[in-house]
């Protein structure tokens, strides 16, 4: 018997390929832009002049802006696409820790 299979396989090599494409061709529909210096980086230009960043590594997003409001609308338009998790504001990513300063954030 033959399967095709609708979903990359958890573990092989082409598993990592077949979700950036997958990512990658959601974010632009949903009008976002690759950087072209940062591999996983992608930013969306708001009509108020705002901006909402988007980085990538494997299989975690960082999602930050200048618009909450924003970032929540692209929060559900991704949850659309995909099965995720909202772990809140940022405190830790990549082994790097967080803190939330009245100036802008600390990163340990």
Known sequence: ??????KA???LKQTLRAWNKKID?????IGFRKCSVEFGVYDQ????G???IICLYVDDLLITGSSISEIVKVKEKLK???EMTDLGELS???GMEF???KVGMMMY
């Open 99 to 101: 803190v939330k300063l």
């Open 50 to 52: 705002g901006i909402v």
């Open 1 to 6: 018997m033959v399967y095709k299979l609708h």
């Open 80 to 82: 659309l696409e995909f």
């Open 25 to 29: 061709q959601v974010l632009i529909q």
């Open 92 to 94: 830790f990513f990549l």
């Open 45 to 48: 230009k708001l009509s108020d």
């Open 9 to 11: 396989l958890y573990g």
